[in-house]
């Protein structure tokens, strides 16, 4: 059974960091990609950004480019999103998701994704 758990989620004052975890259980290699979105009150999810394991290649949504950075560490089978300078509109509850078919590059497209954690809420306070 495949399973994504998020956490790392906070409340916290604008300009302040977090890091978010995402532990991924149940695939039986490295060899896919992972995402993270987040979805806030009243809005669409959107992807904010996501890594090829195999290759380590990462995308961003433009609005947190040089503020947020994904990696991977494969040992712990464990994605993180360094989110850094946080703003208010940074707020949402952030998931992660993961999937084998995604085995040349990753996606920000949530439809590419098939396996989803439970999500963590990010509070920001300006």
């Known amino acids: 059974e495949v399973q994504l758990v998020e956490s790392g989620g906070d409340s916290v004052q604008a300009g302040e960091s977090l890091r978010l975890s995402c532990v991924v259980s149940?695939?039986?290699?490295?060899?896919?990609?992972v995402g993270w979105f987040r979805q806030a009150p009243g809005k669409e999810r959107e992807g904010v950004s996501c890594?090829?394991?195999?290759?380590?290649?990462?995308e961003y949504k433009d609005s947190v480019k040089g503020r947020f950075t994904i990696s991977s560490d494969n040992e712990k089978h464990t994605v993180y999103l360094q989110m850094n300078s946080l703003k208010s509109e940074d707020t949402a509850v952030y998931y992660c998701?993961?999937?084998?078919?995604?085995?040349?590059?990753?996606?920000?497209?949530?439809?590419?994704?098939?396996?989803w954690g439970q999500g963590t809420q990010v509070t920001v306070s300006s």
């Open positions: 149940g695939f039986n290699f490295d060899d896919y990609s």
């Open positions: 998701a993961a999937d084998p078919q995604l085995y040349y590059y990753c996606s920000l497209y949530d439809s590419d994704y098939d396996n």
């Open positions: 890594i090829n394991k195999r290759d380590g290649d990462t």
